[in-house]
């Protein structure tokens, strides 16, 4: 039984459209590979696994034709066509598996991107804490030593004070002096002021009765 030309042509015309266009679909996937360009290349995978399941149906329905009964030339033209199909089969998942390899590092480099700009915020932010500490204790320290300034004149004021408590010829512009520090001072100041005065009232009673009972005591002799 002789082979159908017509239905042998056919098949074979389909078969080398197939492989044009897997040609065309395999370079623009050789350039996404070796550029790993934008995009995941899932689209042009699925285009080219299409084609390729196509092709292999074509082969197949040539060699049914070929079991059939065929000459030696036809033979060695499938035989062709299967080799083509093999190629392209071998060359697609050689490069399936490097776009995969690819991807995997390109996204392991991302991770690693995201975690080293983690770390660097929060160093970061460990930092401007650990500095805003620093700033407060400072500021801290800065108000403890004013309040040390403080106490220390207070003390020595009170310490001279003690001292002068007898002497009241230059007390006044000394006492006026440290009031102008420190507002407590006013209030010592008023009351060593009264007590000079009651002290003055009271010597001189005693000096106004003294004279009297002397002047009694010489009138009555």
């Not at 070929?66 to 093999?86: C, N």
């Not at 399936?96 to 991770?111: G, M, N, P, T, V």
């Amino acid at each position: 039984m002789e082979m159908q030309p017509t239905s042998w042509d056919a098949l074979r015309k389909q078969a080398r459209k197939l492989q044009d266009q897997l040609d065309d679909q395999m370079n623009s996937y050789r350039r996404l590979v070796s550029t790993r360009g934008d995009g995941s290349g899932d689209d042009l995978e699925s285009g080219i696994d299409r084609l390729l399941k196509h092709l292999q149906q074509v082969n197949s329905q040539m060699q049914s034709l070929m079991s059939s009964g065929g000459s030696e030339f036809l033979s060695h033209t499938l035989t062709r066509h299967q080799e083509i199909l093999q190629d392209f089969t071998q060359e697609f998942y050689r490069l399936r598996s490097s776009l995969r390899a690819k991807q995997e590092h390109a996204s392991l480099l991302e991770d690693f991107r995201d975690f080293d700009r983690t770390r660097f915020d929060l160093e970061e932010n460990g930092d401007s804490t650990e500095q805003g500490l620093l700033k407060e204790q400072a500021a801290i320290n800065r108000n403890s030593g004013h309040v040390d300034h403080v106490i220390s004149q207070a003390q020595a004021t009170l310490g001279s004070l003690v001292l002068q408590r007898s002497t009241f010829g230059g007390i006044g512009s000394k006492l006026s002096n440290v009031s102008s520090r420190l507002p407590t001072v006013n209030h010592i100041l008023s009351s060593i002021k009264r007590r000079k005065s009651m002290d003055t009232i009271i010597l001189s009673l005693v000096a106004s009765v003294c004279t009297f009972l002397i002047l009694i005591y010489w009138l009555s002799k």
